[in-house]
Nanobody, 124 residues
Framework: QVQLVESGGGLVQAGGSLRLSCVAS????????LAWFRQAPGKEREFVAG????????YYIDSVKGRFTISRDNAENTLYLQMNGLKPEDTAVYFC?????????????????WGQGTQVSVSS
């Protein structure tokens, strides 16, 4: 079993940047496919980006391509999300998640382990 703790959220102006971190304990992150999801008020939890556990292949939703970068440091047991060019529509609680499938899965129900979330707010 793995425990996940996110940090790095905050309030920024449109166009600004934030770097989210997700530190794991209990088991090595190298065993897991990892992802970032987000949930805005009144909306369902949405897949944002994922990274596989073997080749480091990544996948992004269209709305964040070219602005967000997901990465992992297995030695530090940490997942990152670098967010540049933030927009007000990026405002949400961001969650990291882990699952042991081989592929990058894109629905929340397919992920086993979750962090508690970190708030990202972008003002216009």
């Amino acid at each position: 079993q793995v425990q996940l703790v996110e940090s790095g959220g905050g309030l920024v102006q449109a166009g600004g940047s934030l770097r989210l971190s997700c530190v794991a304990s209990g088991r090595a992150l190298s065993w897991y496919v990892l992802a970032w999801f987000r949930q805005a008020p009144g909306k369902e939890r949405e897949f944002v980006a994922g990274i596989d556990r073997v080749r480091g292949s990544t996948y992004y939703i269209d709305s964040v391509k070219g602005r967000f970068t997901i990465s992992r440091d297995n030695a530090e047991n940490t997942l990152y999300l670098q967010m540049n060019g933030l927009k007000p529509e990026d405002t949400a609680v961001y969650f990291c998640a882990a699952q042991k499938d081989i592929e990058i899965l894109k629905t929340a129900a397919e992920y086993t382990y979750w962090g508690q979330g970190t708030q990202v707010s972008v003002s216009s």
